[in-house]
Structures are given as C-alpha cells and as structure tokens.
T-cell receptor
Framework: GAVVSQHPSRVICKSGTSVKIECRSL??????MFWYRQFPKQSLMLMAT?????????EQGVEKDKFLINHASLTLSTLTVTSAHPEDSSFYIC?????????FGEGSWLTVV | EDKVVQSPLSLVVHEGDTVTLNCSYE??????LLWYKQEKKAPTFLFML????IEKKSGRLSSILDKKELSSILNITATQTGDSAIYLC???????????FGTGTRLKVLA
C-alpha cells in the first residue's frame, strides 16, 4: 500500500525557535496533503490543506504566519512551527491523498520547552 | 459549519463484550465516511462507507452507514484487550476531499 513518511517522529525545541516537520509520500505523488494537530485525548484537528505548487488553505483559527506550510514537490510537504511556544506542544500528523484515499504519516511529537 | 460527533466519548468493557460506537455528522457535500483505529501513533484505516445500508465487515468488526439518519455505527464483537484504542470517524467532503474527524471514542477493554 501507499506509504507516507513523516520526520522527525519526536522533536524537542526551545521556546522562540522554529521547527520543521517533513511529510513525504514515498511511492506515489500527492497533489494534496493535509496537516492535522492532535492534543492529548482529543481528536485530529485539520490545520490546513496543502496543494502542490500553490498556497496552503488554512482552517479557521489557524495562524498561517505561525504554521508555515510548503508543498514544493509532489512528494514533499513541510510544516514549520515558527517562534514555538510551550502551548504549541502537540502531536502533528500529515496525510497525503492518492485518488480518493488518504494515507497518514506516522506523526510527530513536538515538545516546546 | 461541518461537524462530526461521536458517542460515547469513552467506554470501558470486559473482554468478550460487544460494543457499538456511534458517529453522526452534519456536512455539506458528503462523499464518504471512514472509520480509523488509533493506538499510540497515526490512525490505521478500518472501513470506508459510501452507500447506505451496506454492511462492511472485517473479522470481529463491522460497520454500516445510514444516510437518512446521517450516522454510522461501528460494532466490535467478542472484544479483546488489543481492541483498546481511540476509534475515529471521519467524513470526507466532495471536491476538496477534506477529512473532518469526529471527537473520537476511547475504548478500553479489560482482561
């Protein structure tokens, strides 16, 4: 089946710094990728839809200047959390669309200290 | 605003019990409904439902969609401790293929 790789799986960063999370579709080309955030014991919250070659579409309430999304190629989307704060600590998951199915990455645990 | 709600939020049962998890939705441009199981990492796919009244089955798990009632159920029979997880329901919209996730049901199966 289709594979989506997400890296890093865990990252700890200091407050005020930026951290980048990568999402790669390994064996297919994904024109659309999605980024989700999940707080402990809560469901997945869609942050943004990332389309290759164009600007991401952000969901209401998600700060586009804080969560920078780049989808530069058909196999790679990146999420950069800028000027991270402890409240940004969360589980971030990407997914990539192939035809009518999406495939999830393994997720990335971000801890901001 | 599109919305997907699951119930119950959490459930504790004993091995061998049967459980029914519910998912109801209010979305424009419904395309399909999916069920996922999430343990410690990313969700794993269980079922995709597009037609009303047709049961999908995989081992002890089964699911059905009711488009009239805008809902779906996920049944797990003869539960095992390995079924302990969060079960997520997601509705996919047409066009954008946006996945809207429900609140999730946290299931704990005791030995």
């Amino acid at each position: 089946g289709a594979v989506v790789s997400q890296h890093p799986s865990r990252v700890i960063c200091k407050s005020g710094t930026s951290v980048k999370i990568e999402c790669r579709s390994l064996d297919f080309q994904a024109t659309t990728m999605f980024w989700y955030r999940q707080f402990p014991k809560q469901s997945l919250m869609l942050m943004a839809t990332s389309n290759e070659g164009s600007k991401a579409t952000y969901e209401q309430g998600v700060e586009k200047d804080k969560f920078l999304i780049n989808h530069a190629s058909l196999t790679l989307s990146t999420l950069t959390v800028t000027s991270a704060h402890p409240e940004d600590s969360s589980f971030y998951i990407c997914s990539a669309r192939l035809d009518t199915t999406i495939y999830f990455g393994e997720g990335s645990w971000l801890t901001v200290v | 605003e599109d919305k997907v709600v699951q119930s119950p939020l959490s459930l504790v049962v004993h091995e061998g019990d049967t459980v029914t998890l519910n998912c109801s939705y209010e979305v424009t441009n419904f395309r399909s409904l999916l069920w996922y199981k999430q343990e410690k990492k990313a969700p794993t796919f269980l079922f995709m439902l597009t037609s009303s009244g047709i049961e999908k089955k995989s081992g002890r798990l089964s699911s059905i969609l009711d488009k009239k009632e805008l809902s779906s159920i996920l049944n797990i029979t003869a539960t095992q401790t390995g079924d302990s997880a969060i079960y997520l329901c997601a509705v996919v919209t047409s066009g954008t293929y946006k996945y809207i996730f429900g609140t999730g049901t946290r299931l704990k199966v005791l030995a």
